[in-house]
């Protein structure tokens, strides 16, 4: 069986789990199985199963996926680059600041003894926020350089995240990309 290849990717919290759990549902109302990995999280990511229908990897900063990751973006048949607009990466960012203080680790466990809503981690999380709100455009334009170097725009599909309410984001151009997507793994080329 050939697994048809999805890499979701973008600056960091700019919507990319939320998207990739978006196409894993929407997917699995088409084709069994599914396999939805983060390169941050999931030890065994770079390894594709055998019996995947459709492969998701979620990796941050796109043009440093090969360097850091091994992961070649040949490899992939489509690229989903999630860009949001700054006002709402700006809700994005405040949101995951919240979440930080909330939890009391900031990033993916960097807080070596996390303690919810610790006033002395504001400064912190302040400062992590605004890196990223200064960096994100700089970042994106590294992203779209290299996939264009690269020859892989015809590959990449940029979708605009909205926030519809607190807890759901939506994807600008999403069911377009969603029935190409599906077309293309109908073909005969992803047949098993």
């Known amino acids: 069986m050939n697994t048809y290849k999805i890499l979701v990717t973008g600056v960091s919290i700019s919507g990319k789990s939320n998207l ?11 084709f069994l199985p599914i ?3 983060d390169v941050d999280w999931d030890k065994d990511a770079l390894i ?3 019996d995947s229908r459709i ?6 900063k796109g043009c440093k ?14 690229i989903l680059y999630s860009d949001p607009d700054m006002e709402t990466y700006t809700e994005l960012l405040a949101s995951r600041g919240c979440a930080w203080f909330k ?3 900031v990033e993916k466990g960097l807080d070596i003894d996390p303690e919810p809503s610790s006033l002395d981690k504001l400064s912190g999380i302040f400062g992590r926020i605004l890196g990223y709100a200064l960096k994100k455009e700089k970042l994106r334009s590294e992203d779209m350089a290299y996939f264009k170097r690269a020859n892989l725009m015809g590959r990449v599909v940029v979708l605009k995240p909205a926030i519809e309410n607190k807890n759901y984001l939506s994807f600008e151009g999403y069911p377009t990309m969603l029935e190409q997507i599906v077309e293309e793994v ?3 080329q992803y047949d098993p």
């Open 20 to 30: 990739a759990r978006m196409l894993e549902i929407d997917f699995s109302e088409h």
């Open 186 to 188: 109908r073909s005969k």
């Open 103 to 105: 939890e009391g680790v």
């Open 65 to 78: 996926t090969e360097a850091e990751h091994g992961i070649l973006l040949t490899c992939f048949d489509k």
């Open 35 to 37: 396999t939805n990995k």
């Open 48 to 50: 594709v199963p055998q």
């Open 55 to 60: 492969y998701i990897l979620q990796t941050p």
